[in-house]
Structure formats: C-alpha cells, structure tokens
C-alpha cells in the first residue's frame, strides 16, 4: 500500500475508532478506506458510498 493510502486508512480508522487493518494490498486499502470514511462523517453521502461498495464488490 502506498504512503498516501497507509494515512487515509489509519486517519479514518482511528476516526471512526475501527481497527486498523494492515493489509499491504493497495486495491484492499482502497476498498477499507471506502468501508471506514463514512463512519467518520467525513466525504461522500451515504448513497454514494454504496454504489461505490457494490461497485467495489463485483471488482472482487
């Protein structure tokens, strides 16, 4: 996982008081920073979110 995507992920983790999953797949930082950054009231709208999720999903 890149720098970038390492602090997105632990900011939202520690934010949304989640834990942080150390996964050094960039696609699989990408996809809990999506699942985490709606628990910290940050971003995109809860609709958004979940086309992103099922969109994310049929990439699985």
């Given at each position: ?52 999720a ?7």
């Open positions: 996982m890149t720098g970038t995507h390492s602090s997105y992920l632990e900011t939202y983790c520690e934010e949304a008081k989640e834990p942080i999953n150390e996964s050094r797949a960039e696609a699989d930082a990408s996809r809990r920073s999506v699942e985490v950054q709606p628990m910290t009231g940050r971003g995109r709208s809860a609709e958004t979110v979940e086309r992103s099922a969109t994310a999903s049929l990439m699985r």
